[in-house]
């Protein structure tokens, strides 16, 4: 039996107390369930109070078999921000842009960078999905279709092509470790002093109906 965690984001104090609600123990610096196991669902760092902390946690319970886990697209946008752009001097796979820089900068501020770079290896050993008996693991959307079309190990040539918006690899990536978000007609409309103002919002597709996708 499993117990599915996810979008923890560095809040580490409510992670142990869920832990300790839900039966598991720390011993010997890792949290278990004498009959079940934890599958984390990814979205461990940024935003949070005590990003280090969950890691301490979350690592230890993985690496001991006391629990599994998969990769969200926090842990994914890490590895490509901190993955130098081999077609870009100086640059990096996610641009280190205003907005980019922000979302991540709890992390690089809680997490020392030699304790960071270990983290950014082992996000490397994260699956994107997980297919297990009787249950499927994604943190955003299971697509076979283009599921089937990738694997192999995270490297660094496969992070390139992952954050390239050309090709299977990035919709792929983008899927299983994002929401599937569309346009919504205008939401309203205001006019102040003569000038409109346009409210636009986004939906998130429920992806797991037929009708969602179109053709491949």
């Known amino acids: ?8 984001h560095g809040h580490a104090d409510a992670l142990q107390r869920l832990l300790r609600q839900l039966g598991y123990s720390r011993h010997q610096g890792v ?5 079940r196991r934890v599958i984390f669902l990814g979205d461990f760092i ?8 969950t890691l301490e946690v979350v690592r230890p319970m993985v690496e001991a078999g ?9 842990e994914l946008n890490a590895l ?24 991540h900068a709890e992390t690089v501020r809680q997490v020392p960078a030699g304790d ?17 008996e009787g249950l499927r693991v994604v943190h955003a959307c299971w697509d076979e279709t283009r599921m ?11 992070l390139s092509a992952a954050c390239s918006p050309h090709g299977h690899t990035y919709r792929t ?24 103002a346009r409210l636009d919002r986004r939906l998130r597709k429920r992806w797991w109906l037929p009708y969602t996708f179109g053709p491949r």
């Open 173 to 196: 990536y983008a899927m299983a470790s994002e929401p599937i978000e569309s346009d919504l007609p205008l939401a309203a409309e205001a006019s102040r002093g003569g000038v409109e």
């Open 1 to 8: 039996m499993y117990d599915l965690i996810g979008d923890i």
């Open 80 to 103: 490509a921000f901190h993955t130098p752009d081999p077609d870009t001097p100086g640059g990096h796979l996610r641009p280190h842009d205003e907005k980019n820089s922000q979302q």
């Open 46 to 53: 940024d935003r949070g109070p005590a990003i280090r902390e």
């Open 116 to 132: 960071l770079a270990s983290y950014l290896d082992w996000f490397r050993t994260l699956p994107l999905w997980l297919d297990l």
């Open 148 to 158: 089937a079309k990738i694997g192999g190990p995270i490297t660094d040539d496969f």
């Open 66 to 74: 006391a629990a599994l886990a998969v990769m969200g697209n926090h």
């Open 31 to 35: 949290y278990r369930h004498p009959e």
